[in-house]
């Protein structure tokens, strides 16, 4: 299993971002995918999630009406667009693979412990 995200970076306060996740290894179509942050000296936070088909999404609430997450199954790539990026934003990100679906991430701890490599994304003015 194979994880890389890419595409963060330093923003100021109400920009964008768009980061990506290259997935390899295993059969991406037929898992629920997550994102989940960690920022310096606190623990992982899940951020969203996805069905197997795109079409069902989640989100914390911090991030409701800002973070788009998607899916492009042919090309085993997982997408979260972040908009009007705030500084308690600030952390790794990293995709991880669901253990359970998608619809329970809010209520439970829904992805797996193996995350591969993150994307830093800093926002400050």
């Known amino acids: 299993v194979q994880l890389v995200a890419s595409g963060g970076g330093m923003v100021q306060p109400g920009g964008s971002l768009r980061l990506s996740c290259a997935a390899s290894?295993?059969?991406?179509?037929?898992?629920?995918m997550s994102w989940v942050r960690q920022a310096p000296g606190k623990g992982p936070e899940w951020v969203s999630g996805?069905?197997?088909?795109?079409?069902?999404?989640y989100y914390r609430d911090s991030v409701k009406g800002r973070f788009t997450i998607s899916r492009d199954n042919a090309k085993n790539t997982l997408f979260l667009q972040m908009n009007n990026l705030k500084p308690e934003d600030t952390a790794l990100y990293y995709c991880?693979?669901?253990?359970?679906?998608?619809?329970?991430?809010?209520?439970?701890?829904?992805?797996?412990?193996?995350w591969g490599q993150g994307t830093q994304v800093t926002v400050s003015s």
């Open positions: 991880a693979r669901n253990a359970i679906p998608a619809d329970f991430c809010a209520v439970a701890k829904c992805y797996e412990s193996h």
């Open positions: 290894g295993f059969s991406f179509s037929s898992v629920d």
């Open positions: 996805i069905n197997t088909g795109g079409l069902s999404t």
